[in-house]
């Protein structure tokens, strides 16, 4: 029985990984609907329980990780873009 409960979270949790995933909308709705399966997997099995609180902590960094990544790239593009005309007119050549 703890197995299958932690192998229907397992799947769950990896729902968040899918692209374009609103992951605040699976939080909400699907995880919080099975919160009474995991203090029961929490009460009856403490070692699945941590294992699977650990690959949600370890998902979801993972996530933000990649969600901060395109965000402070897409800030640089739009901090450097402005620079570009002038830097490549002050580089060009021109007639001696």
Same mark, same amino acid.
């Given at each position: 029985?703890?197995?299958?409960?932690?192998?229907?979270?397992?799947?769950? *949790? +990896? =729902?968040l990984?899918?692209?374009?995933?609103?992951?605040?909308? !699976?939080? %909400?709705?699907?995880?919080?609907?099975?919160?009474?399966?995991?203090d029961?997997?929490?009460?009856?099995?403490? *070692? +699945? =329980?941590?294992?699977?609180?650990?690959?949600?902590?370890?998902? !979801?960094? %993972?996530?933000?990780?990649?969600y901060?990544?395109?965000?402070?790239?897409?800030?640089?593009?739009?901090?450097?873009?402005?620079?570009?005309?002038?830097?490549?007119?002050?580089f060009?050549?021109?007639?001696?």
């Amino acid at each position: 029985m703890q197995t299958s409960i932690q192998e229907s979270l397992t799947a769950k *949790i +990896n =729902a968040l990984l899918k692209p374009n995933t609103n992951i605040q909308i !699976l939080q %909400q709705s699907l995880l919080l609907k099975h919160a009474p399966s995991y203090d029961y997997l929490r009460r009856n099995s403490e *070692i +699945n =329980a941590t294992a699977l609180r650990l690959h949600y902590q370890r998902l !979801l960094a %993972q996530v933000f990780s990649v969600y901060f990544t395109e965000y402070t790239n897409v800030l640089v593009a739009l901090l450097v873009r402005p620079l570009l005309p002038p830097l490549i007119r002050s580089f060009s050549l021109r007639p001696v």
